[in-house]
Nanobody, 120 residues
Framework: QGQLVESGGGSVKAGGSLRLSCEVSATTFASRAIGWFRQAPGMEREFVASIMWSITYYSDSVQGRFTISRDNAKNTVYLQMNSLKPEDTAVYYC???????????????WGQGTQVTVSS
């Protein structure tokens, strides 16, 4: 169900903020789950946040700092990242699936990723 394009990555100092966007070209966008995952160098890809309808999930490491939201009119999901820490440095990927989950296998289409670098 379509292509995903992430944007909004960049470099920021600790304590700063970034907003990532994920534009999805899918006719059924409104009924799809969208997840954000990240992969740091030498690490496995890990779950960050996901949203379907108005239900959201967050990993413990970002709960309270990151907010996921969606604009169905724009086929876009956002990840607002506040109070960033150096350990948030990673390539961030968005993905879409037919049901909400926190595992990679819950999602079947993936974007190419956007780099987020947080310096101390």
């Amino acid at each position: 169900q379509g292509q995903l394009v992430e944007s909004g990555g960049g470099s920021v100092k600790a304590g700063g903020s970034l907003r990532l966007s994920c534009e999805v070209s899918a006719t059924t966008f409104a009924s799809r789950a969208i997840g954000w995952f990240r992969q740091a160098p030498g690490m496995e890809r890990e779950f960050v946040a996901s949203i379907m309808w108005s239900i959201t999930y967050y990993s413990d490491s970002v709960q309270g700092r990151f907010t996921i939201s969606r604009d169905n009119a724009k086929n876009t999901v956002y990840l607002q990242m506040n109070s960033l820490k150096p350990e948030d440095t990673a390539v961030y990927y968005c993905a879409t699936g037919s049901h909400l989950g926190m595992r990679e296998n819950d999602y079947d289409y993936w974007g190419q990723g956007t780099q987020v670098t947080v310096s101390s």
